[in-house]
């Protein structure tokens, strides 16, 4: 399905636009503070103020990703720790330093 058949699809779904579907932002750069932590990312999912907030790091190296430990940020000290766990985890992928648990 290309991104044109996608962005349609999820407008049917939740009476959105293609513009309101393009700015939806479920990744970002993954930092710890005000550092980008290079090269990771972090997948976003949340329903607004109040509501659980997911979180999944990803690394990406040569040709592959590496979905790291996902969480709920429940506050800003938990996505802080959370953050200096996956730059940790970063440094070991880069090693080789990891175990391959499955293909998506």
């Not at 996505?79 to 880069?94: E, G, P, S, V, W």
């Amino acid at each position: 399905m290309g991104l044109t058949q996608e962005i349609r699809a999820v407008e049917g779904r939740h009476s959105l636009s293609a513009r309101q579907v393009c700015q939806l932002k479920f990744w970002g750069p993954a930092k710890q503070g005000n550092v980008i932590l290079h090269p990771g990312h972090k997948m976003k999912w949340h329903h607004g103020p109040g509501q659980v907030q997911l979180r999944l790091p990803v690394m990406s190296l040569s040709r592959s990703a590496f979905l790291c430990e996902a969480y709920v940020k429940d506050s800003s000290a938990t996505d802080q720790r959370k953050m200096a766990r996956f730059k940790t985890h970063m440094n070991l992928i880069a090693q080789g330093r990891y175990i391959h648990r499955g293909t998506l």
